[in-house]
């Protein structure tokens, strides 16, 4: 009997159980998929896909980089609250995977460890010029 000839309707597929690791069609062949190169990006999230399941968020989504490169070029005036309760003010000069360099007005320029930062947020905000209601 030629397997390829019989076709199972959806509804018999979902009523069997299948066991956890059916997909091994490459193993007798030498191919393995642990022993064989590792698939694509693109072809494992289609195949992903295809089989209903979620696909893995991206590890860069670039929203901290656009964040950085707003800032920047609109010379907004940042306050940088590091890990010990220091506040740094000042502008974002440059920024890489692991620093941010600030320039201050009344201070030298400083290079923070992103490590060492707590959160910052914009020097205006802290005047009151927030819309959520607190003050302080």
């Known amino acids: 009997m030629n397997r390829k000839l019989i076709r199972t309707t959806l509804a018999e597929?979902?009523?069997?159980d299948l066991p956890p690791h059916k997909e091994r069609?490459?193993?007798?062949?030498?191919?393995?998929?642990?022993?064989?190169?590792?698939?694509?990006?693109?072809?494992?999230?289609?195949?992903?896909a295809a089989q209903g399941r979620k696909r893995i968020p991206p590890s860069e989504t670039n929203a901290e980089i656009f964040y950085y490169k707003k800032q920047m070029d609109a010379h907004t005036v940042m306050v940088i609250v590091l890990r010990d309760g220091e506040e740094v003010e000042g502008t974002i000069e440059w920024y890489d995977r692991s620093a941010l360099k600030v320039n201050r007005k009344d201070a030298p320029n400083i290079l923070l460890l992103k490590h060492n930062i707590k959160y910052m947020f914009k020097a205006e905000d802290r005047a009151g010029g927030g819309d959520n209601g607190t003050s302080g």
Request: proline share 11%.
């Open 13 to 16: 597929v979902k009523g069997r």
């Open 25 to 48: 069609s490459h193993e007798g062949r030498g191919q393995d998929r642990r022993g064989g190169p590792p698939p694509s990006r693109d072809s494992s999230a289609a195949a992903a």
